[in-house]
């Protein structure tokens, strides 16, 4: 019997809708001085889904088609990336016209419970993903040198990024663990919302069939219960952040596996669960 993950995957027909990320403006500053400046955009995507409105996210638009792959993903709304025909983006219109090949999914159920979260730019999550959350642990293993993390905290401070023209948006990104014992840059989206850029990754992971065992996710966003469900469904075993943690989002970690990692700044870091899988230069005393 051939599984699904060994059938050849059918292309999915996508648009590669582009729209500007930043706009320049003119302000006056405290002493009444003009002065032009950045700001990120901001725009409204509806996704539709076989022409079934579902969701309207507020995108800066960098990477839609992937971000609306992930967001069906991660709300289990598809059940296989083989499953869609097309993703057709249409800023004139603020849309994003999904078709599938077929689909196996209960979406009334799914859509029936809406919980609204912490994301910014108010994120959404369908269905009893927390409950379900007890049926899903991660393996044990693999391991994360000190080294290696610091060298990630690096590559994001030295990244040139929208954050640094205009500010006001946030970053996520996974790196690859290399044979070195180093990381490898693998995916980088900024979004107005961190849960916006999360599943932009996912939908990326997906299209390539990427697996998460060997990743490390980091954000500059806190992470929230929302973060560590996504996280853990894409199969990443550490989780990043400049920010903080909530208690609910430690409680899913616990639960999951899950090893986070806080306030990584520097040489600065902070493991809240599964430190086990942190291997230190030196013990920590």
Not at 148 to 174: M, N, P, W
Not at 248 to 266: H, Q
């Amino acid at each position: 019997m051939i599984e699904k993950s060994e059938i050849a995957k059918p292309i999915i027909q996508m648009s590669n809708a582009s729209v500007p990320l930043v706009h320049k403006v003119e302000i006056l500053d405290e002493a009444g001085r003009r002065k032009e400046v950045y700001i990120p955009g901001e725009r409204s995507l509806t996704i539709y889904l076989d022409k079934r409105e579902v969701i309207t996210l507020m995108t800066l638009g960098g990477s839609p088609e992937a971000l609306v792959l992930g967001y069906l993903r991660n709300q289990r709304l598809v059940e296989f990336p083989e499953d869609i025909e097309s993703i057709q983006v249409d800023w004139e219109t603020d849309s994003a016209a999904v078709k599938t090949r077929r689909s196996t999914v209960n979406i009334d159920a799914i859509t029936s419970k809406r919980v609204v979260t912490t994301g910014c730019g108010q994120g959404t999550m369908f269905g009893g993903l927390i409950e379900e959350m007890g049926g899903l642990r991660l393996s044990e293993g693999p391991q994360l040198s000190q080294e290696a993390i610091f060298e990630l905290i690096d590559q994001i401070r030295t990244r040139d990024t929208i954050y640094k023209t205009s500010g006001s948006v946030h970053a996520c990104a996974v790196f690859e663990r290399v044979a070195s014992g180093k990381v490898s840059l693998l995916h980088f989206i900024e979004d107005v919302g961190r849960h916006n850029a999360v599943d932009a990754i996912s939908g990326l992971m997906w299209l390539t069939g990427k697996t998460g065992r060997d990743l490390i996710f980091f954000t500059t966003g806190r992470l929230t219960s929302e973060m560590v469900i996504k996280g853990a469904q894409m199969g990443i075993p550490f989780l990043l952040t400049r920010s903080g943690v909530t208690h609910m989002a430690l409680e899913l970690a616990k639960k999951t596996n899950l090893t986070l990692l806080s306030r990584c700044s520097g040489k600065h870091f902070e493991i809240y669960n599964a430190p086990e899988r942190v291997i230190f230069a030196k013990q920590p005393q």
